[in-house]
């Protein structure tokens, strides 16, 4: 029988040796409740990083989402079904972050401006077109961009 000290020490090992194995050791100890034996440090570290990705995603998402949304607006004649997929799938994703963790919503509005401004810098990569093209200030309002209707509207089908 194993004291607790070494059951930790033992489940601190695996989460330096094996990642997958202490993850599905730390799930059994939790089932079991067998807490003393749990290695709470890294327990914890890994729960705040889950909450950390999941910001990162929505941030991530949300530039690749007003970036296509500028290159869609500011070059008309290149528009492609290849861009309106890519605006739809990051809404949809966005959507769904938000609908899982509805408390990402305040942080979606915080990033809102920042995450506009890293989409200026790639549509402008992408298009070739100067930043100077784009406005300074996001022409769509953080609510719109997560509203279908209006990305309906802003991106019809029959235009592509």
Known sequence: ?????????????????????????????????QLESLDFEHLIEEIEDMGKEKRRELKNRLIVLLMHLLKYQYQPERRSASWVSTIWEQHYQIESLLEDSPSLKP??????????????????????????????????????????????VLVSQDEV
């Not at 990642?19 to 730390?26: A, I, K, P």
């Not at 997560?146 to 990305?151: E, G, L, R």
């Open 1 to 33: 029988m194993t004291t607790n000290l070494q059951a930790t020490s033992l489940s601190n090992h695996l989460y330096d040796q094996d990642y997958c194995l202490w993850l599905e050791t730390t799930a059994k100890l939790l089932r079991s409740r």
């Open 107 to 152: 942080y979606y509005l915080e990033i809102f401006s920042d995450c506009y401004s890293k989409a200026v810098r790639a549509a402008s990569t992408e298009t070739k077109l100067s930043t100077k093209a784009f406005p300074t200030d996001s022409p769509f309002l953080p609510d719109d961009v997560i509203n279908p209707d209006f990305i309906v």
